[in-house]
Each structure stands twice: as structure tokens, then as C-alpha cells.
């Protein structure tokens, strides 16, 4: 595979005033203190010891030749075959071998898709918490977004089958889902959007008939990513079932029959996409499909959730991601580009959009950690881990999503015309962007799965505030006042959340109270972890975020108000420069006027 040459960069940055280098060559693990910190917090120091030489490699690559294999893949999409070579209807999606080399690191080298499930992966004995994983797919998806979904729905696939398959399935086809060997993979896909309903899945309309031991589905699935996935997880209405999604069952569909031969469906397209291009995303017809039903009939939406909101974490960790590598690029241009004799960085509304980018980025961080980490908890047997992570899930779905369209945008922006052009990664970054906030849920149903669901039926509500109290009591090396001001805070969004889901006549709110509740979690985090990182290194920056967060995303802004004053220039110098600064200096800005 041709590799693209480096004079361009090296020119570049012996020129700075011409053109500005991109992040060709950076490593993504060494240049992110910020996820160092996060996961001495988040993990043990066993698992963190063990796995950073596997996250530096990551690092390394995902800056290097796997950004130029997603390049590539980007560039020359899957093509679907409706005959092999010799006239058989045999249907096969080429792929360029760009592609395959990013599956063979991420399914094969890092295991990514196996690594909560599959004890042994990459050495360790046992299996890994959701945060490890996700430390992994933050990494790799700043190289390439569009695999992100292949290997969140295989380990998706892996775990519905695990938690709700009969022992039979599970002997079948569980192992191979897990595998990492390339040789033995089998790549898991999930079908749920059809026509008549994306997000209203009670209006399905594919049928499921029993056949003995089997079902046979007939229908049309019209959004299916990793179209030939070797293992589907999908929903079917049973004959004569109830209508809703109380009637839906959850089947798992083989691509190939016991005797080698396809199943009974085809790929009858794939889709020319925005974004995620490498990726192959179809549309499938059911003609009599063969399928086994995966736990009860009755629960099929229910058990199907559980792959959604797995999912939903997912997006916001790969959302993230997005953000953290156009991030990297906006930062490498403002510290190389001189304009009017000035570097960018140095020029004050340079600054104050590079602060715009790093502030989404790091809260969207902080709230990614966050929701793995109370999964990691739900999963050990905590009901109110279980009960934050109901609403941390959507709450982090819906704004960390929409944020990384505004960042991913801002940073081509950053580099200019140029950034536009498909041969540097801003633009691709900006069409992927696009995706996830359409991904598993768009805004409104998101938003309304956060207030009418999370809190009005299961009263979430009460386990966020809970825990954010907790959080700040646990904060003590945080000024007192600010904690106090963040406690106010924390009830006066719940409050709001509170009474926006109670009448349904406040429906039109659902979205603005969804991002003041991602807005005041992610600045009592962003506190609660500049104490954490102070303690162990002596640096308090991310409480300087904190305050950012509450001046420029809660706090309501008049227009006419200059904002830009000493005590901002002194915030954005410490968070644009790489000294640590200790919370004392951190505490009087934190507080200042």
C-alpha cells in the first residue's frame, strides 16, 4: 500500500508562516495528558500499568498508518458483487485493503471488540472494565470513525447473545464473535431502522413464522451498517404477536447456512453516505431468512436496549474522539501558522476559539469516563451505578454528539481553505461528525429518553444528583465557594429537569434541560478530577474548566457584556500552555470576578 510522503509536513514546519503542519506522525496516547489522568482516576493501577504500552502503541499508529489506512479506506469505498467470478449468485462486498489492515488492528491486534467480554486479550487474565476498552476506542477512532461501528456491534452481539441466548446459540456462535484471531472472526451487525419507523420501532413491520427449531423472517431492513456482518442481531415481529414494541422479538440471523450457502436475504444496495464511507451501511431484503430467537419473544425491544444504550455510550466515546483529534489539528495549526507576524495561538480570538474546542472536548471527556465508569459499577451489581448510568447514557449521547459537528467544523475552520480539502483529515472528521448524533437515536428522541424516561418513569434523576453531591463532598481541595456554587447549580438543573418531564405540555424544553444536565455533571466532574489529578501530580487545570463550563454554557449570557478580562486571559493561558498549576493559583481564578 502506498504511503503518503512526510516532505510536505517537514516543509511545513520549517516554513510555518506558508502552511501549517497537520498530525502526521503524533502520537494520540503521549499528546493526551488529559486521558493519562482520567484513567489513574478511573482504573486500578494494575490495569492502567498493563495496558499503557498498549495504548502508547495505539497512540502511535492511530497517528501514523492507520490514519493513512482510513485515508485510503475513506477514499475507495466497498463495492457490493452480486456474482462471484464463476456467475453464482453469490453476493460479497470488496473492500479496499486499507480497510482490512484497520480491522486486523482492531479486531485482531487490540481486541477491542472483546475486551469487556473475552478474558486474555492483549495478555490480561481476565476480562477488562468498560473503561479500559474505551480508552481503546477513543484512540483508534482519531485514526478511523467509520470501523467504530463494526466493533461496538460485534461486541454488542457478543453481549445480547451472552446475557439472553439459549446455551445452544451461545455454543454456536458466542466464541467467534469474541475471537481475535482474524482467521476465526466472526463480525457481528445489528438491523433495526425499516421505513415505516427509525427511532419508532413499535411500527416495524418485519414478520417472523416458526419453522421447528428456526424462525423465518420476511421484510425489508433499510439502515444496516456492517452490511455483511457474519452474525445479525435484529427485531421481527412473530406472527399473531401484539402490536408495539411489546409484540417484537429480538432473533439472531446467521449470513451463511449450516451448509455453506447464504441465507435468505440480499443486500439489495449499499448507501452513498455524508460520512463513514469506509464502511459498508445497506439495505436488506428478507425472503424467508432463517433466525433464532434470542430470549423471550416478549422482551425482544427490552433485551435490544441493552445492545442501544451500549451503543449510545459508544457514540459518545467515538464523538469524543472526533473532537480530541481536530482538537490536535487546531492546536498544531494555531502554533505553527504566523499570521500578520503573530503565531495563531498568540492572537486573542485565536485563542478564544481554540478554548471553544478544547472546552467541548474535555467536558465530553470527563463525561465519557464518567458513564463507563458507572457502567463498569452497574455491571458489578450497583443499582444506583444502574440508575446514573440510565440517564449519563442519553445525556451524554445527545450533547457530545452535537458538539462534535461545532468542534470538528471550527477546526477545519482553524486551518482554513486548505482544511476543506480532502487530503488533510479535518474534512473527513467534520462529514463522520454528522453521524453520530443520528446514530442509535436522534437529538429529540434522545433528549426525550433522558427526561421522560430516565426521569419520569425510573426517577434517574434522584442517582445523578446523589452522585454529583457525592463528588463534590469528595472534592476538598476545591474552594468551598466554588463547590457551594456548583451544589446550587446541580439542584437547579434537576429542579428544571424535574418539572420539564413532569407535564407534557413542557415537551419543548426536553432538549435544553438534556444540556444543562450534561453541563452541570461535566462541571462538578471536571472539579472533582483537578482534585484527583492535583493530589497526584500537582496539577489543577481541569478545575479551571470547571469554572469555564458554568461562565460559558450554564450561566445566561448578555450580549452586550464584554467577557474577554484579565481573569479569562489568565484561564486560557494556563489551559493553552502545558505547565501544570497548582490550586491555589487555580482556586483565586476559579473564584475571581
Known amino acids: 500500500m502506498q504511503q503518503r510522503s512526510g516532505r510536505d509536513v517537514t516543509a511545513a514546519a520549517d516554513r510555518p508562516g506558508l502552511l501549517a503542519p497537520d498530525t502526521s506522525g503524533m502520537n494520540f496516547y503521549r499528546a493526551d495528558p488529559a486521558l493519562t489522568d482520567l484513567l489513574r482516576i478511573h482504573l486500578p493501577d494494575r490495569i492502567f500499568n498493563h495496558i499503557e504500552p498498549h495504548l502508547d502503541r495505539l497512540g502511535g499508529l492511530a497517528g501514523g498508518h492507520l490514519d493513512e489506512c482510513a485515508r485510503l ?129 413499535g411500527t416495524l413491520t418485519t414478520s417472523a413464522v416458526q419453522e421447528g427449531d428456526h424462525w423465518r423472517l420476511s421484510g425489508e431492513k433499510w439502515f444496516c451498517s456492517n452490511a455483511d456482518a457474519e452474525v445479525v442481531m435484529l427485531l421481527a415481529r412473530p406472527r399473531g404477536a401484539e402490536g408495539g414494541t411489546r409484540g417484537v422479538g429480538l432473533f439472531l440471523m446467521p449470513r451463511r447456512l449450516d451448509d455453506g450457502s447464504q441465507n435468505h436475504y440480499r443486500i439489495v444496495r449499499l448507501k452513498d453516505k455524508l460520512g463513514t464511507r469506509s464502511m459498508a451501511s445497506g439495505e436488506i431484503k428478507l425472503e424467508g431468512a432463517i433466525a433464532y430467537a434470542v430470549g423471550r419473544l416478549d422482551r425482544g425491544f427490552v433485551q435490544m436496549a441493552e445492545m442501544v444504550n451500549s451503543s449510545r455510550l459508544s457514540n459518545g466515546v467515538k464523538s469524543t474522539a472526533l473532537m480530541r483529534r481536530a482538537h490536535h489539528d487546531a492546536m498544531t495549526v494555531a502554533k505553527n501558522r504566523v499570521v500578520f507576524g503573530s503565531r495563531i495561538v498568540d492572537l486573542p480570538l485565536g485563542r478564544r476559539q481554540l478554548m471553544k474546542i478544547a472546552l467541548a472536548t474535555e467536558q465530553a471527556l470527563s463525561m465519557s469516563f464518567l458513564t463507563a465508569d458507572a457502567l463498569d459499577r452497574a455491571e458489578a451489581g450497583s443499582q444506583d451505578a444502574a440508575a446514573l448510568l440510565r440517564i449519563l447514557t442519553p445525556i451524554l449521547k445527545f450533547r457530545a454528539t452535537r458538539d462534535a459537528r461545532k468542534v470538528c467544523g471550527d477546526a477545519l475552520e482553524m486551518r482554513g481553505g486548505i482544511g476543506y480539502i480532502e487530503e488533510f483529515a479535518t474534512s473527513r472528521l467534520l462529514r463522520d461528525a454528522h453521524l453520530g448524533s443520528i446514530w442509535e437515536g436522534t437529538g429529540n428522541i434522545v433528549a426525550l429518553d433522558a427526561l421522560k424516561r430516565a426521569i419520569g418513569r425510573h426517577g434517574a434523576d434522584s442517582a445523578l444528583a446523589a452522585d454529583l453531591h457525592a463528588r463534590l463532598d469528595d472534592s476538598a481541595a476545591v474552594p468551598q465557594a466554588w463547590r457551594d456554587r456548583l451544589r446550587g447549580l446541580t439542584d437547579r438543573t434537576i429542579g428544571f429537569a424535574r418539572e420539564v418531564a413532569s407535564r407534557a405540555d413542557n415537551e419543548a424544553e426536553a432538549r435544553r434541560a438534556t444540556s444543562l444536565l450534561y453541563h452541570v455533571a461535566s462541571a462538578v466532574a471536571l472539579a472533582w478530577e483537578g482534585g484527583r489529578i492535583h493530589e497526584r501530580r500537582g496539577d489543577a487545570r481541569r478545575l479551571l474548566l470547571s469554572r469555564l463550563v458554568v461562565d460559558h454554557r450554564i450561566s445566561a449570557g448578555d450580549p452586550f457584556r464584554l467577557t474577554e478580562n484579565a481573569t479569562q486571559a489568565a484561564i486560557a493561558s494556563h489551559l493553552l500552555g502545558e505547565r501544570p498549576v497548582g490550586i491555589v493559583e487555580v482556586g483565586e481564578l476559579v473564584l475571581a470576578a
Open 73 to 201: 479506506a475513506d477514499r475507495h469505498t466497498p463495492v457490493l458483487h452480486q456474482r462471484d467470478r464463476f456467475g453464482r449468485d453469490v453476493q460479497w462486498i470488496e473492500y479496499h485493503p486499507a480497510y482490512r489492515e484497520l480491522e486486523n488492528a482492531a479486531f485482531g491486534e487490540f481486541g477491542i471488540h472483546a475486551m469487556s467480554i473475552r478474558k486474555g486479550v492483549l495478555g490480561w487474565p481476565d476480562k477488562y472494565p468498560v473503561v479500559a476498552k474505551h480508552a481503546f476506542t477513543f484512540l483508534f477512532n482519531q485514526a478511523e470513525f467509520g470501523l467504530g461501528c463494526p466493533i461496538n456491534v460485534t461486541d454488542g452481539c457478543a453481549k445480547l447473545l451472552a446475557n439472553f441466548g439459549s446455551d445452544a446459540l451461545k455454543a454456536k456462535y458466542l466464541d467467534s464473535l469474541t475471537e481475535t484471531n482474524m482467521a476465526k472472526l466472526t463480525q457481528g451487525g445489528q438491523f433495526m431502522t425499516e421505513k415505516e419507523g427509525g427511532s419508532d420501532v
